[in-house]
């Protein structure tokens, strides 16, 4: 089981108390392709895996390559691609509110080995803490690495493009 957490730190969000989470619309439109994964979930790995492909216990695996010659956040079947299905709902008046949405891969979806049963937990904390918490179990190795590719609009969500946003985290 891999579990994994990615949590926004309450300071950036008290700095930007109108950012909005930038998004397409009821589907966001990386499901079609048009949009660079925005607002997705990125897996089975989130990133770039050279030449397409990867050894794991001997075998190489064969990835669709979709940037170049190379993999990029799980190819044309990533999970930016996916729709994933709501699990659970924390009950009304929780605190944190959140959302569980879920979805399944299959053994070979974009070339990787082994089925996933992959769970993403969003939540909304009352220090405005925003986390994400990823639980992927598998039926056999493979590699996951997923995380969040949102993009924030500093601005607030009317307020237009986040492309000439500068934004610098002293860390």
């Known amino acids: 089981m891999v579990l994994f957490r ?3 730190a309450s300071a950036l969000m008290a700095m930007a108390a109108r950012a909005t989470v930038a998004a397409s619309g009821p589907l966001p439109e990386p499901v079609n392709g048009s949009n660079p994964q925005m607002g997705s979930t990125l897996g089975r790995v989130g990133g770039r895996i ?3 492909q990867f050894t794991l216990d001997g075998i190489t695996y064969h990835l669709d390559a979709n940037a170049g010659n190379n993999t990029l956040h799980s190819g044309a079947q990533g999970w930016d691609k996916q729709t ?3 699990e659970e709902v924390g009950p009304a008046g929780s605190s944190p509110s959140w959302v ?3 979805y399944h891969s299959n053994d070979g979806e974009g070339g990787f080995p082994g089925s996933v049963n992959v769970s993403v937990t969003y939540a909304l904390h009352e220090d405005n ?3 994400m918490e990823v639980t992927a179990e598998s039926d056999a ?3 996951v ?6 993009y924030f609009n500093l601005g607030g969500h009317a307020s237009g493009s986040v492309l000439g946003h500068i934004l610098t985290i002293n860390a």
């Not at 690495?145 to 949102?150: A, C, D, K, N, R």
């Open 141 to 143: 190795p493979t590699p």
């Open 6 to 8: 990615i949590l926004v």
């Open 50 to 52: 050279a030449g397409a």
């Open 129 to 131: 803490v925003l986390s």
């Open 145 to 150: 690495s997923s995380y969040g590719h949102p």
């Open 84 to 86: 994933f299905a709501v």
């Open 100 to 102: 569980r949405l879920a």
